[in-house]
């Protein structure tokens, strides 16, 4: 329904109302009763009577002298009751733009969240694919990289069988050239008996045809040596009967005889018991203990070492020139140099020496590290083994006390070096004999308090066989351990230069070197040898490159191995034809060395009996190359 036809069914109704009003205010001035207008609700049904009624109502209202108050009343009220709607309708505008404004907002919002979930939905899309491709890419990256490696697997696999097939066809050579030589000695050895036998059956036919005369001279020559024996017999018995009857014939020549051969005997045995005396004094004094392997403190008489003066102090600089050629682990090398240099500062104060134990695996360079720390400190030192104490049982404490006692007359102070020390400084148990247990109290005993005079260095590959109070009196435990890669390309290019580019000169070694003094020169050329070894030319192909190739590949390598590998260099070498290194004389002699590092490392394992393990470690280490 709109809003003009409500206002004017309202404008009715107000004014059917007024009209019954005034009719009902008239009649009520004129003292009428008033009168209902319908006395029926009902919508349906059309009452005529009420018609009437109303407009009695009317004539009787204008009739009134209310009639114009009340019409302009009413016309007031409709005039107010239309600015009111027109105010409701405003507010009802107002209200719609309100919502229309508020509607259009929510629009535009839900369209910015709808772009901005797009815009999101296209970015994670974007990184998904993204993410795709990159898995894509990385796994092929993996599949070129398995690739790659099945094919170097592969070269590398091939590479072995050819080698495999080279050393086979090698050995195979080298068998029938073997055969060969063996054939021609052979029949030279059969020609040289044909020869000796047709010679022997030449001289034996001579001298059966010169049987007589032969008979005849060796007779002769026997007549005649003895008669001249004979004759020296008689001419010798004849000088001494008459000097026999002469000297029994004068009294005084006899009285000399008796007093010269009395003080003759009593000079020999006053000699021989003064020697004696004086030989067990010198022995204690200046001696070596029986103990003792090896040492560089010389007596008296083999030189005038003991009377030269105090080493003088000693910087890190000096220590590390004097450890220039040996090689160790960096950490390592640093320590030992630096132990050195206390030592040596240590005996120039007049301090107490500090005990140590080296330990780790053989070949780790424990004893030539023990040596150079005592010549740069400048003392003497002294090796002992560990073995040779077990077997002395009850004599083992005296020896050492002894060989501690000599060490205490060191003038320079002395480096008591003691290698294989587990096997006699072992855990105290009771299946330990009295004379082990003596031996190891008296080192405890020694090594109670710091010494002055000596320092004991203790080396084992087991230390954890060694008694607690033994590893307690050591003041430094140092672990040698295995050359790392740069370590063994160092001793690589060390060992290349002491034992093939100086071979046959005087600084050659593994029994390369010339020979030194005259006697020996003599004795040489006596014998019908060279002087020196022959000079090893080097092929321009072993590099410094084919070192660093070989250090990479002798991982676990100890020092000791790797000098014995360059020492079994240099004999295929000089087993050659030509004294020339070559890179194939290295790589041949590179792979005999690792292969037998394989089994010896198998062997460690505890693989003993058939051989098979060993063979398997073999090819398995030919096989990581």
Not at 9 to 22: I, K, L
Not at 438 to 457: H, I, K, Y
Request: hydrophobic share 40%; glycine share 8%.
């Amino acid at each position: 329904m709109s809003f003009t036809r409500m206002s004017k069914q309202y404008r009715a109704w107000v004014f059917a109302s007024a009209a019954a009003g005034a009719a009902a205010g008239g009649a009520a001035a004129a003292g009428l009763a008033p009168v209902a207008l319908a006395d029926k609700k009902d919508d349906n049904f059309f009452d005529p009577e009420a018609l009437e009624r109303g407009a009695k109502a009317l004539r009787e209202i204008n009739k009134s002298p209310y009639a114009k108050q009340a019409l302009e009343l009413q016309r007031q009220q409709e005039v107010t009751k239309q600015a009111e709607a027109k105010t409701k309708e405003a507010e009802f505008k107002a209200q719609a733009s309100a919502y229309a404004k508020e509607q259009e907002a929510i629009r535009w919002e839900e369209q910015r969240k709808t772009m901005s979930e797009e815009a999101q939905r296209q970015a994670q899309l974007a990184q998904y694919n993204d993410e795709l491709a990159r898995k894509r890419q990385q796994a092929e990256h993996e599949l070129q990289r398995q690739r790659n490696g099945e094919m170097v697997s592969l070269q590398e696999q091939a590479a072995a069988r050819k080698e495999a097939e080279r050393l086979r066809i090698e050995q195979q050579i080298q068998a029938e050239r073997r055969a060969a030589d063996q054939y021609a000695a052979d029949l030279q050895k059969e020609v040289e008996r044909s020869k000796s036998l047709a010679e022997a059956e030449g001289r034996i036919k001579e001298n059966r045809e010169n049987e007589d005369v032969n008979r005849r001279a060796a007779l002769l020559k026997y007549q005649e040596e003895t008669r001249k024996a004979i004759e020296s017999i008689n001419a010798v018995m004849s000088h001494l009967g008459a000097a026999a009857v002469d000297l029994l014939t004068d009294t005084n020549k006899l009285l000399m005889l008796v007093a010269g051969g009395s003080a003759l005997a009593l000079g020999v045995y006053g000699a021989r018991e003064g020697a004696r005396v004086a030989g067990k004094a010198a022995e204690r004094w200046l001696g070596t203990p029986k103990l003792v392997r090896e040492t560089s403190r010389l007596a008296l008489i083999r030189g005038p070492q003991n009377l030269l003066p105090a080493a003088a102090k000693k910087t890190l600089d000096q220590v590390k020139r004097d450890f220039s050629d040996i090689i160790l682990p960096g950490q390592l090398h640093d320590r030992v140099r630096a132990l050195a240099a206390t030592a040596a500062n240590t005996k120039l104060h007049g301090a107490p020496y500090r005990h140590m134990l080296f330990y780790g695996p053989p070949g780790t360079g424990k004893t030539m590290a023990a040596k150079r720390l005592a010549r740069t400190s400048g003392m003497d030192y002294a090796i002992l083994s560990g073995g040779d104490v077990a077997p002395l049982g009850g004599g083992a404490v005296t020896q050492l006390h002894s060989t501690f006692d000599w060490a205490e007359r060191s003038r320079k102070g002395l480096l008591l070096f003691i290698d294989e020390a587990d096997a006699f400084l072992g855990r105290r148990n009771d299946a330990m004999s009295e004379g082990l247990r003596g031996a190891l109290n008296a080192l405890l005993f020694r090594t109670g308090d710091q010494s002055r005079d000596f320092m004991v260095v203790l080396a084992t590959n087991r230390p954890g066989d060694l008694d607690d109070a033994v590893i307690d009196r050591m003041d430094e435990a140092i672990h040698f351990d295995l050359p790392g890669r740069e370590q063994r390309s160092k001793l690589l290019a060390l060992y290349l230069d002491k034992y093939i580019s100086k071979a046959g000169t005087e600084q050659g070694e593994a029994g390369s070197g010339k020979a030194g003094g005259l006697g020996q020169r003599l004795s040489m050329m006596l014998r019908g040898r060279k002087l020196a070894a022959d000079r090893i030319a080097v092929d321009a192909g072993v590099s410094q490159a084919l070192l660093d190739d070989a250090a990479r590949q002798m991982e676990g390598f100890s020092g000791r191995e790797i000098a014995k590998f360059m020492a079994s260099v240099q004999a295929a070498v000089y087993g050659s034809a030509q004294a020339v290194l070559t890179p194939e004389i290295f790589k041949r002699v590179l792979q005999a060395k690792l292969q037998e590092h394989a089994a010896r490392k198998s062997f460690l394992l505890g693989h003993h009996g058939t051989g098979d393990s060993v063979q398997a470690a073999v090819d398995a280490a030919s096989k990581s190359k």
